[in-house]
Structure formats: C-alpha cells, structure tokens
C-alpha cells in the first residue's frame, strides 16, 4: 500500500545531447527543461515501482515545474521526489532539482497508478480507430 512519504532520486550528467540546443527547445548548450522533466518523472515512478501489486505501473499525467537556474555541460543534475498525496490511484510528488551549485527546479509531477497490459492496449486502440 502506497503511503505519503515515500522518496526518489535519479541523476544524469549533463551532455551536450541533453541541451536545449541539441533536443531543439531552446539555442544555447545548457541542461533543457525537458530533460529536467524526464528526470523528474524517472524519479517519481521509480520511487514507487516496487511499491505496486504485479501488473501495474505509474503513468506521468502532469507537471507543474519551474526551471530556475541554468546547468552546463558537465555538472551532474539530481531530481528529488517525495510522494505528498494518495488519492485513489492518483499520487501527487512535490519535486526539486538540482545541480552541483544548488536548486534548479521545484514544484509538483502527479502520476496514476494503471494496469499496463489494460492501459497499453488501450494506446494501441487508438492507432486503429485514426485508420
């Protein structure tokens, strides 16, 4: 059973193929907020996958961030969670990030609890209701 509380990690060094430049969400060679997000939510599922029964996963379904701080090329990045709220199958993490100076990014990322199987054949469902 899932109880507030529970706390992730995940790191990544900054490469230059994780800059806004390279992925295309901005010009210059500093870590991209989109990346920041990924860690965010490697973080937060992560921390709460061996919580779950056999069969279901967690599912990113928002992100309320602020990236505050440019990291370049060669530090290494760290994304903090802590699980705040269960609510049914809905888990609300309050999120930082940072580098090795300091704090990059804050705020919250709230993940679903689903069944895989149930929910990846649904995505498949709708490749061919579009044919």
């Not at 790191?11 to 997000?37: D, F, R």
């Not at 992100?63 to 709220?85: C, F, N, Q, R, W």
Request: with cysteine; hydrophobic share 35%; aromatic share 6%.
């Amino acid at each position: 059973m899932l109880k507030p509380g529970i706390r992730g990690t995940a790191e990544e060094t900054v490469t230059e193929e994780k800059t806004a430049w390279k992925i295309g969400s901005g010009e210059l060679l500093v870590y991209a907020t989109p990346c920041m997000a990924s860690l965010i939510e490697k973080a937060a599922w992560k921390s709460v996958a061996d919580e779950l029964e056999e069969g279901q996963g967690t599912v990113g379904t928002k992100l309320d961030i602020s990236h505050e701080a440019a990291t370049p090329v060669g530090m290494t990045v760290t994304a903090e969670t802590v699980l705040k709220e269960v609510d049914g199958r809905r888990l609300v993490f309050e999120v930082e990030v940072h580098d090795e100076v300091g704090v990059i990014g804050r705020g919250t990322h709230e993940r679903f609890i689903i069944r895989n199987e149930k929910f990846f054949n649904k995505a498949q469902n709708r490749r061919e209701h579009n044919s």
